[in-house]
Structure formats: structure tokens, C-alpha cells
């Protein structure tokens, strides 16, 4: 009887003030919609307030269209919606079943493949089955299109970010229209955690079912301002109890309590959904609520509330939210980071800022450049900010100690390559950091071994640029390009390893998260890298090691000294290969490399010395090309150099980063600039 009561009075209305999206809002139509919405007319009303009226009739055919591409897909959004499909109002019979439970599949994921930005967030599955209670699915799909698009923005992605600037909008209301609680309450903190799910969705999970529908209308009708008007009535009506509480486990169970004591008198729902939804209530001994009677309260206490208010109490939180939440990010990472490197904690965080603002320049440095192109916030705390191979290069140039050295972007090339395991062209804050504190904090050891991988299969490339006036520098594109570069020698083991390390690629788009947790697990129990465990090194990687070590000792003050003593160490090396060949028993003499490797006496001083290494380079390289295949083990490299003291005290020479990072601040820039 009350439901037809309520139809006739709606109907009354729209001979009054139109139907359809001609209707005219007035204060009529929000008493009836505090009154609640009839269930008959529910869905048309939500679709005609929302305006998903407008885009469902702009649009035929689209969601068909979608539930067909996105059927069969496999994703995480899609493990996520299948986790989640058994949860959704499992009291309401309509979800007792496979029909309802389709459905419900059907339109969540035609959602994530239409928004994969967005893809599936907890709470989205709440919400649209109440959707589904009233509308078709196709009118529940653009009533969803319309809550987590215009309605509710940045609601129902992974950091939340609307319904944190909601909440601090709700704090703030509380402070000028609740001044007393704020006054009781030492932290505010409590509103947001304990508001969290009414934002998010929309009291549904705080409410019995056949209450929260209400709410549902009124927001509607009157959108984020009706959640706000509605909380801090629920605050206001409990304020005696929440000023005597001790402590936030007291207050939320006084609003739990609340909450469960809330009915709709004029429901037409089945007795066995009320039952569900109020089973606590013999329990409590707390009176009677009615949900019409709370709304109404809502509306004349706090209906004084503009929108235009809200949206400028969010423009004014949503800076402090994200500032708040990046905050936390780069605490989270420096936290992780610090674990693993000898840096001082304030060298570590200017490193940070250094990466961070690298990649923010690179997104915004080009018109055409995409905004924001690696930045994924539903990323762990570590991927959050990675960088390409070019904004690699300009970090290394302006923080690398061997920054000096004539072949450095070559460098820089290899050691993105080295660091970038997973082959995705982008490495995090973490891979940048460890490979830059082995440049200034590793041992003797630890630096050559470095320099030494960086020369060998994945890291070594060979490189040569297109425009020979630019001698071993290179473009962008030649850069991007050899970074790109898959390593054929290394065959079916290094793609094996990268499916390994990249669980994203298994499967048709499925996201393996078992190889996520092997992969983090191998992180945990992985051991010091053994020496003996590294390839050998051919001859032409061993020349180019050779001529980094030419360019790194270019300008030290023991220049000469070093040039000597890598002729001295090459010749010894060739002189121990030849050694183990013979031992071996060669089928075939073979002529010596020692003889024609040897290295003059003196090293002609100052002027000469560049060209004297040279020639002596490219001797030594020819023979190695004339003669078979020659190797070296990283073991003998390392002996060969310890006897060396120039070596060791070149190697072992202190850099401060400090002098490095001041530089970089003032100059990173001009060096995109150069660039």
C-alpha cells in the first residue's frame, strides 16, 4: 500500500513537472526522494538523475559490444572480480544464484576492459550488485560508468584518491559544524578510517540493505553532498555516546551498534533479506532508527551545504592528499632501498628526489611527450617512478663517478642493460640505486666485477654510432635502439628468464601472481653472486674492457702508471692463456700472441700517451682476431689486477656522491638540454 502511495505521488509529479529528462527538480522532488525512491521506478529514476540515460542512448550497442571482447579475458582485474563475485550481498536471494552472479560478472568485467586505468577496485562489486537490484544490466553497466566516471572520481583505483579528499572534506565539515567532537577527539585520523567505507560504498556495507537503497537515491539526486550530509548526521545523533567513548575501538562500536539498528519501515524487501541484514539487532539494545526520519534530519540540519563549497573544500584537500600519499611512497621505497646500499640516508633521499624529477621532466619535456607515460600508481611502492634508457644516461652523466670516461654513454647503455633483468626498458629507483653504490661504495672487487659484466652477455652490446663526428657519443634513438637489443648468443635460457622475471607475460594477458611471489621470494634468499659463477670473456668483449679501462684512468694523476700496468696485466693474461692451450695438447701449433703482444718498455710520456695506448690497443686487437678464439675467466682477470697497486689504489680511491648531487641539482636541466 505505502509503495503505490509512493507511485502516485511521483506520478502526480511528472504530470506536474515533466517526465523524463524534462523533469524539472524541485523541492517537491527532493521530499519525495528522501522518502525513497519507489522500487518500480528506482532504476529509471537513478538512470535519469545520474544522466547514464544520455550516454546509454548515445551509445547502442556498446556494452554488447564490450561483454563480447572482454568475455574469455584473463587478467587481474578479472581474478580479482571472480574473488569477489560470492561476497557481493550474499543475504539477497537475487545473488543465491548463477543468474545473478553472471550478470554481476558480465557487467564488472565489460567495466574493466572499458577503464582498464581503473580495471577493478573492492567496493565496485557491493555497489553494482545494489545496481543490478533495480536496473537491466546494461542500465546497471552506465549507472557504474556514471558513479566511478563523474560521480565519484578517482573513487576506485588502487590509492583511492577520491575518497581520501572526500574524507578530508569530511574532517574539515566536522571542525565547523561539530566542533565539540573534534575537540573530544585527539587524533581525526579516526573519521577517516572509520568513513572509509561509507565514501566508498555509500553506506551499502555500514547499512541493512533495504536502508541503504535510500541513501543510494539521495545520492542520486543530490551526489557526494547527500554522503556528507548523512555522516555528519550519524555523528551528530551519537554525539553523547562518542564524547564519553576512551578510545576508537569504543566509538566504532557505538556506530557499528547505530548502524545495525537503522530500518526502513516502509520496505517492501522479503522478510528473509531483513533478516540477514539485522540479526545483531536482538542483541542490541539500542532504539530504532528509521532511515527516512535520519535523511530528513541529514537534509534540514546540514542541507545548507553548497556545492560549490565542496568542490572548492576539494581542490584545496586534494593537493595535500596526493603531497600526503607521496610522502608515503617515497618513505616506504627509501625504507627498502636503505637496506641494500651504504648510503647515508640524506644522500639516499636526494637520489630519490634526483630520479623522481628526472622522470617528470622527461613526461613533460616534449609537447607530444605522453604525461606521466611510466608513472602507474596501482604499481608496488618500488615501480612506482622508472625510467628509459635516455633519462638513464642523463643521470649517469651527471652522478656516475666514471662519468669522465670517453665511451660513457656506451657505459651507461651496458649498465642499463645489466640492471634491466626483466627486459622492460625500464628500470625502478632500487636497480639505479644499488648499481650507483657498487660504483662508490663496492670494494675493490666488487667494482671490477661491475665493470666486468658490463662487457659479457646480457649487458654488452656492440655499439657504434651512425654519425662518426660524434666519436663515441650517442643519440637518443641509437640509445633507445641498442637498449632494446636481445642477446642471441644467450639463446632459449635468457627468454626463459625473462619470462621468469617478467610473470606479467605469462599465459593470454594473465598476470601470474604465483611468479610474483617466487620471483620476490628468490629476492629474499638469494646469495652473494659467486665469481666462479660468471661467463668467461671472449676477445672482443675483453678489448672493449680493455679500452674502458684506457678511458676510465684518462686524467688521474697515476695516468702513466696505469697505462703501463695494463699493458703489463694484458700480457700476462695472453702469456697464461697460451700456457693452458699448450697444457691442453693443441692439434695444431699455434703461433704465440705473446710476442707480438708485448708492449714497449717505456710509454712515451704526456703527448704520446693516448696514442701510444692506441696502437698498442689495436696490436693487441689484431692478434687476438688472428689468432683462434681466446677467453679469460673474471679469477684471472681479478689476480692479474691485485698485483697491480696502481690498479688497487685507483679502484679503492675514495668518491664523494655529495659533490656529485650538489652539481647534479644545478645542472640537470641544461643536461636535458645537451641532450
Same mark, same amino acid.
Request: glycine share 4%.
Given at each position: 500500500?505505502?509503495?503505490?502511495?509512493?507511485?502516485?505521488?511521483?506520478?502526480?509529479?511528472?504530470?506536474?513537472?515533466?517526465?523524463?529528462?524534462?523533469?524539472?527538480?524541485?523541492?517537491?522532488?527532493?521530499?519525495?526522494?528522501?522518502?525513497? $525512491?519507489?522500487? &518500480?521506478?528506482?532504476?529509471?529514476?537513478?538512470?535519469?538523475?545520474?544522466?547514464?540515460?544520455?550516454?546509454?542512448?548515445?551509445?547502442?550497442?556498446?556494452?554488447?559490444?564490450?561483454?563480447?571482447?572482454?568475455?574469455?579475458?584473463?587478467?587481474?582485474?578479472?581474478?580479482?572480480?571472480?574473488?569477489?563475485?560470492?561476497?557481493?550481498?550474499?543475504?539477497?536471494?537475487?545473488?543465491?544464484?548463477?543468474?545473478?552472479?553472471?550478470?554481476?560478472?558480465?557487467?564488472?568485467?565489460?567495466?574493466?576492459?572499458?577503464?582498464? %586505468?581503473?580495471?577493478?577496485?573492492?567496493?565496485?562489486?557491493?555497489?553494482?550488485?545494489?545496481?543490478?537490484?533495480?536496473?537491466?544490466?546494461?542500465?546497471?553497466?552506465?549507472?557504474?560508468?556514471?558513479?566511478?566516471?563523474?560521480?565519484?572520481?578517482?573513487?576506485?583505483?588502487?590509492?583511492?584518491?577520491?575518497?581520501?579528499?572526500?574524507?578530508?572534506?569530511?574532517?574539515?565539515?566536522?571542525?565547523?559544524?561539530?566542533?565539540?567532537?573534534?575537540?573530544?577527539? !585527539?587524533?581525526?585520523?579516526?573519521?577517516?578510517?572509520?568513513?572509509?567505507?561509507?565514501?566508498?560504498?555509500?553506506?551499502?556495507?555500514?547499512?541493512?540493505?533495504?536502508?541503504?537503497?535510500?541513501?543510494?537515491?539521495?545520492?542520486?539526486?543530490?551526489?557526494?553532498?547527500?554522503?556528507?550530509?548523512?555522516?555528519?548526521?550519524?555523528?551528530?545523533?551519537?554525539?553523547?555516546?562518542?564524547?564519553?567513548?576512551?578510545?576508537? &575501538?569504543? &566509538?566504532?562500536?557505538?556506530?557499528?551498534?547505530?548502524?545495525?539498528?537503522?530500518?526502513?519501515?516502509?520496505?517492501?524487501?522479503?522478510?528473509?533479506?531483513?533478516?540477514?541484514?539485522? +540479526?545483531?539487532?536482538?542483541?542490541?539494545?539500542?532504539?530504532?532508527?528509521? $532511515?527516512?526520519?535520519?535523511?530528513?534530519?541529514?537534509?534540514?540540519?546540514?542541507?545548507?551545504?553548497?556545492?560549490?563549497? @565542496?568542490?572548492?573544500?576539494?581542490?584545496?584537500?586534494?593537493?595535500?592528499?596526493?603531497?600526503?600519499?607521496?610522502?608515503?611512497?617515497?618513505?616506504?621505497? +627509501?625504507?627498502?632501498?636503505?637496506?641494500? @646500499?651504504?648510503?647515508?640516508?640524506?644522500?639516499?633521499?636526494?637520489?630519490?628526489?634526483?630520479?623522481?624529477?628526472?622522470?617528470?621532466?622527461?613526461?613533460?619535456?616534449?609537447?607530444?611527450?605522453? @604525461?606521466?607515460?611510466?608513472?602507474?600508481?596501482?604499481?608496488?611502492?618500488?615501480?612506482?617512478?622508472?625510467?628509459?634508457?635516455?633519462?638513464?644516461?642523463?643521470?649517469?652523466?651527471?652522478?656516475?663517478?666514471?662519468?669522465?670516461?670517453?665511451?660513457?654513454?656506451?657505459?651507461?647503455?651496458?649498465?642499463?642493460?645489466? $640492471?634491466?633483468?626483466?627486459?622492460?626498458? +625500464?628500470?625502478?629507483?632500487? %636497480?639505479?640505486?644499488?648499481?650507483?653504490?657498487? !660504483?662508490?661504495?663496492?670494494?675493490?672487487?666488487?667494482?671490477?666485477?661491475?665493470?666486468?659484466?658490463?662487457?659479457?652477455?646480457?649487458?654488452?652490446?656492440? *655499439?657504434?654510432?651512425?654519425?662518426?663526428?660524434?666519436?663515441?657519443?650517442?643519440?637518443?634513438?641509437?640509445?633507445?635502439?641498442?637498449?632494446?637489443?636481445?642477446?642471441?648468443?644467450?639463446?632459449?635460457?635468457?627468454?626463459?628468464?625473462?619470462?621468469?622475471?617478467?610473470?606479467?607475460?605469462?599465459?593470454?594477458?594473465?598476470?601470474?601472481?604465483?611468479?610474483?611471489?617466487?620471483?620476490? %621470494?628468490?629476492?629474499?634468499?638469494?646469495?652473494?653472486?659467486?665469481?666462479?659463477?660468471?661467463?668467461?670473456?671472449?676477445?672482443?668483449?675483453?678489448?672493449?674492457?680493455?679500452?674502458?679501462?684506457?678511458?676510465?684512468?684518462?686524467?688521474?694523476?697515476?695516468?702513466?702508471?696505469?697505462?703501463?700496468?695494463?699493458?703489463?696485466?694484458?700480457?700476462?693474461?695472453?702469456?697464461?692463456?697460451?700456457?693452458?692451450?699448450?697444457? %691442453?695438447?693443441?692439434?695444431?701449433?699455434?703461433?704465440?700472441?705473446?710476442?707480438?703482444?708485448? @708492449?714497449?718498455?717505456?710509454?712515451?710520456?704526456?703527448?704520446?700517451?693516448?696514442?701510444?695506448?692506441?696502437?698498442?690497443?689495436?696490436?693487441?686487437?689484431?692478434?687476438?682476431?688472428?689468432?683462434?678464439?681466446?677467453?679469460?675467466?673474471?679469477?684471472?682477470? +681479478?689476480?692479474?689486477?691485485?698485483?697491480?697497486?696502481?690498479?688497487?689504489?685507483?679502484?679503492?680511491?675514495?668518491?664523494?656522491?655529495? *659533490?656529485?648531487?650538489?652539481?647534479?641539482?644545478?645542472?640537470?636541466?641544461?643536461?636535458?638540454?645537451?641532450?
Amino acid at each position: 500500500l505505502k509503495e503505490k502511495m509512493k507511485e502516485q505521488s511521483w506520478n502526480i509529479l511528472f504530470v506536474e513537472r515533466g517526465h523524463g529528462v524534462s523533469m524539472f527538480r524541485t523541492k517537491k522532488t527532493r521530499d519525495l526522494v528522501v522518502r525513497g $525512491i519507489p522500487e &518500480a521506478l528506482r532504476g529509471e529514476l537513478w538512470l535519469l538523475f545520474s544522466g547514464a540515460v544520455n550516454d546509454m542512448a548515445s551509445n547502442p550497442g556498446y556494452y554488447t559490444d564490450l561483454v563480447e571482447k572482454s568475455l574469455g579475458t584473463c587478467t587481474l582485474a578479472t581474478d580479482e572480480i571472480e574473488r569477489d563475485l560470492r561476497r557481493s550481498l550474499p543475504e539477497h536471494p537475487a545473488f543465491q544464484s548463477d543468474t545473478g552472479i553472471s550478470a554481476l560478472r558480465r557487467v564488472l568485467t565489460a567495466y574493466a576492459y572499458r577503464n582498464p %586505468q581503473i580495471g577493478y577496485c573492492q567496493a565496485m562489486n557491493i555497489l553494482t550488485s545494489v545496481l543490478l537490484l533495480y536496473a537491466k544490466e546494461e542500465e546497471a553497466f552506465w549507472l557504474l560508468v556514471a558513479v566511478c566516471e563523474r560521480m565519484l572520481p578517482d573513487y576506485f583505483n588502487r590509492r583511492i584518491i577520491g575518497a581520501l579528499v572526500d574524507q578530508a572534506v569530511f574532517e574539515e565539515l566536522i571542525r565547523v559544524h561539530l566542533p565539540q567532537l573534534t575537540d573530544h577527539m !585527539m587524533d581525526m585520523t579516526f573519521f577517516s578510517s572509520v568513513s572509509l567505507s561509507w565514501f566508498l560504498t555509500l553506506f551499502i556495507s555500514v547499512l541493512p540493505i533495504e536502508s541503504a537503497v535510500n541513501v543510494v537515491d539521495c545520492f542520486f539526486y543530490d551526489g557526494i553532498k547527500a554522503v556528507l550530509q548523512l555522516g555528519l548526521a550519524v555523528l551528530d545523533y551519537n554525539m553523547e555516546k562518542l564524547l564519553t567513548c576512551k578510545d576508537d &575501538a569504543e &566509538a566504532v562500536t557505538v556506530l557499528n551498534r547505530f548502524f545495525d539498528s537503522v530500518t526502513n519501515k516502509d520496505s517492501p524487501l522479503p522478510p528473509a533479506v531483513q533478516q540477514g541484514s539485522n +540479526l545483531s539487532n536482538t542483541k542490541s539494545a539500542h532504539p530504532k532508527v528509521d $532511515i527516512t526520519d535520519l535523511i530528513r534530519e541529514a537534509n534540514e540540519r546540514y542541507g545548507d551545504i553548497r556545492y560549490e563549497d @565542496v568542490e572548492s573544500m576539494r581542490c584545496r584537500n586534494r593537493l595535500y592528499v596526493i603531497q600526503t600519499l607521496e610522502a608515503t611512497t617515497k618513505q616506504n621505497v +627509501l625504507r627498502v632501498v636503505s637496506q641494500d @646500499v651504504k648510503f647515508n640516508p640524506s644522500d639516499l633521499e636526494e637520489l630519490y628526489e634526483l630520479f623522481k624529477k628526472e622522470h617528470f621532466l622527461s613526461c613533460y619535456w616534449n609537447v607530444n611527450s605522453p @604525461v606521466l607515460q611510466h608513472h602507474d600508481a596501482s604499481l608496488p611502492y618500488l615501480d612506482q617512478y622508472r625510467i628509459d634508457c635516455q633519462q638513464f644516461r642523463v643521470l649517469c652523466h651527471l652522478l656516475s663517478p666514471w662519468s669522465h670516461c670517453a665511451n660513457r654513454d656506451s657505459l651507461a647503455l651496458w649498465t642499463f642493460r645489466l $640492471i634491466d633483468e626483466s627486459s622492460a626498458c +625500464l628500470i625502478n629507483f632500487k %636497480q639505479f640505486a644499488c648499481v650507483l653504490d657498487a !660504483m662508490y661504495n663496492g670494494s675493490f672487487t666488487d667494482k671490477l666485477k661491475l665493470l666486468f659484466k658490463l662487457h659479457i652477455p646480457p649487458a654488452f652490446t656492440e *655499439v657504434e654510432s651512425l654519425s662518426p663526428s660524434k666519436g663515441d657519443d650517442l643519440s637518443k634513438e641509437e640509445l633507445i635502439r641498442f637498449s632494446q637489443l636481445s642477446v642471441s648468443s644467450v639463446g632459449e635460457s635468457l627468454e626463459s628468464a625473462s619470462l621468469k622475471s617478467s610473470p606479467e607475460k605469462v599465459g593470454k594477458g594473465k598476470v601470474d601472481i604465483q611468479a610474483y611471489l617466487k620471483q620476490w %621470494q628468490d629476492e629474499l634468499l638469494k646469495k652473494e653472486e659467486n665469481i666462479k659463477d660468471l661467463p668467461r670473456m671472449n676477445q672482443s668483449q675483453f678489448i672493449q674492457f680493455s679500452k674502458t679501462l684506457y678511458n676510465l684512468f684518462h686524467g688521474d694523476p697515476e695516468e702513466e702508471l696505469l697505462y703501463r700496468a695494463i699493458a703489463v696485466v694484458t700480457s700476462l693474461l695472453l702469456k697464461m692463456e697460451e700456457v693452458g692451450r699448450r697444457l %691442453q695438447g693443441p692439434t695444431s701449433p699455434v703461433e704465440s700472441p705473446v710476442a707480438v703482444t708485448e @708492449v714497449p718498455a717505456e710509454i712515451p710520456r704526456k703527448g704520446q700517451e693516448e696514442s701510444s695506448s692506441e696502437q698498442t690497443e689495436g696490436s693487441r686487437a689484431q692478434t687476438l682476431r688472428g689468432n683462434h678464439e681466446w677467453s679469460f675467466a673474471f679469477e684471472q682477470i +681479478l689476480a692479474s689486477l691485485l698485483n697491480e697497486p696502481a690498479f688497487v689504489r685507483f679502484f679503492d680511491k675514495p668518491h664523494d656522491i655529495k *659533490v656529485k648531487i650538489e652539481s647534479a641539482k644545478n645542472l640537470q636541466l641544461k643536461a636535458r638540454t645537451r641532450m
